[in-house]
């Protein structure tokens, strides 16, 4: 690591750990401490392929490694990170910010304002883990797990019992990682499903407008609602069963919204506040029951056992700032087969919440699966279906690596 700060030529550390923090789509395990405040504000935008102008002006073709110019007078730490879809992020930090300022930049077009962070913010990587045959809540911390309940009893043993804490669990918690006592290394610890009991698993369909053309169907004028149950969710590396009454498992990796304060008619300005975190999820789908039974069973197609693979991670908020800036890819035995980004969903997550809570109350715990992209089995020539054998992985940038196996039921 040592030759690495030195080559990036950040021998100063908290210029360093900058750099660390927005490399960290690129590296889902993230090579920082959770725990560490970084910058003092960020942005964070995506551009579509082609060639970016540098903020100093200079002309130049996308960049992986971090620059530095001086901004309207302000120090400025860029990154432009380029993903596989081709999307590019540019991540922006300060070093200082009078917040009076709330700087904005128009870069090609887009409107970036550099939002204040809170000094001391975490950036929490909540999972749920079992130990020496106990299943346990913790916190990502290097290459070690904090056992949270350990570290502060008064912090619940679940998930689903820490986001219903509300602020109180998130700040104990801030405070146990911070200590960095009853780390358990990674290695000795088994990852589940950071929620296996929600009260609700709520689906969109056809949120990406590319997927609703490969699907044959038109473009939704308002969300497409329907379920899984709980029952469905596996933890990663967990065997995906593709029922034998089925002849047609599909694959679709989605971006999953973790809802930690609950409510009824929240309005869509109000809605991230509602967010405890994202995840990655897979919705398995038996298309020959979604599509084929009398009156279309989506739900019955979607809610198979062992349908809902989810992890390994719950990514709070803090560390995601913004979630339609996302790569997610599918990639099925070593082949990539659905690559996009989250900045192509039809009903971004506040609407999606505003939409949901205006029929039913969202509880802490409750997960929202927000659509796939393009390129799912269903829509390809021929078409590719889910087998005993294959290996599927899906990513979320920034948020991790969800790997399940398949066999036959």
């Not at 715990?365 to 269903?378: A, K, Y």
Request: proline share 9%; charged share 15%; aromatic share 8%.
């Amino acid at each position: 690591m040592g030759n690495f700060r030195q080559a990036t030529g950040f021998m100063n550390p908290e210029l360093y750990d900058l750099y660390l923090r927005s490399c960290l789509p690129a590296h889902p395990q993230g090579a920082y401490s959770p725990g560490t405040p970084h910058a003092h504000a960020c942005a964070l935008a995506s551009f579509p392929p082609g060639r970016f102008p540098h903020p100093s002006g200079r002309d130049e073709a996308y960049h992986e490694s971090p620059f530095f110019v001086n901004l309207k007078g302000l120090s400025c730490f860029f990154c432009l990170q380029q993903y596989p879809s081709k999307t590019t992020a540019l991540c922006v930090y300060l070093n200082s910010l009078d917040t009076a300022a709330s700087p904005t930049f128009i870069v090609r077009g887009k409107k970036l304002t550099l939002s204040p962070l809170t000094p001391g913010t975490t950036h929490m990587r909540l999972v749920t883990f079992s130990h020496q045959g106990q299943r346990r809540l913790g916190a990502r911390s290097g290459d070690a797990v904090i056992d949270l309940n350990a570290a502060d009893t008064s912090i619940p043993p679940t998930m689903r019992e820490f986001l219903s804490g509300g602020e109180a669990s998130l700040t104990s918690a801030t405070a146990a990682v911070a200590k960095g006592e009853h780390g358990i290394p990674s290695s000795d610890v088994t990852i589940h499903a950071p929620i296996h009991d929600p009260e609700k698993i709520i689906c969109i369909g056809l949120n990406y407008a590319d997927h609703a053309a490969e699907s044959g169907m038109p473009i939704p004028d308002e969300p497409i609602v329907f379920s899984k149950y709980a029952s469905s969710i596996i933890d990663p590396g967990d065997n995906i069963v593709a029922p034998n009454v089925s002849s047609q498992v599909d694959y679709e990796v989605e971006l999953v919204v973790a809802i930690g304060k609950g409510g009824r008619n929240i309005p869509e300005e109000q809605a991230t506040d509602h967010v405890a975190g994202y995840m990655v999820g897979h919705d398995v789908s038996a298309r020959d029951y979604q599509l084929e039974k009398p009156g279309g069973q989506w739900m019955m197609g979607k809610t198979f056992d062992t349908f809902a693979p989810i992890g390994p991670d719950l990514v709070t908020t803090d560390d995601v700032p913004d979630p339609h800036c996302l790569g997610i890819r599918c990639i099925l035995n070593g082949e990539t087969v659905q690559d996009s980004n989250t900045s192509q969903l039809i009903f971004k997550v506040p609407t999606l919440i505003a939409y949901l809570s205006h029929v039913f109350t969202l509880s802490p715990g409750d997960l929202i699966f927000t659509g796939t992209p393009p390129g799912v089995g269903m829509g390809r020539d021929p078409q590719l279906w889910l087998k005993h054998g294959d290996q599927v992985v899906c990513e979320v940038d920034g948020l991790g690596r969800l790997e399940n196996p398949v066999v036959a039921g």
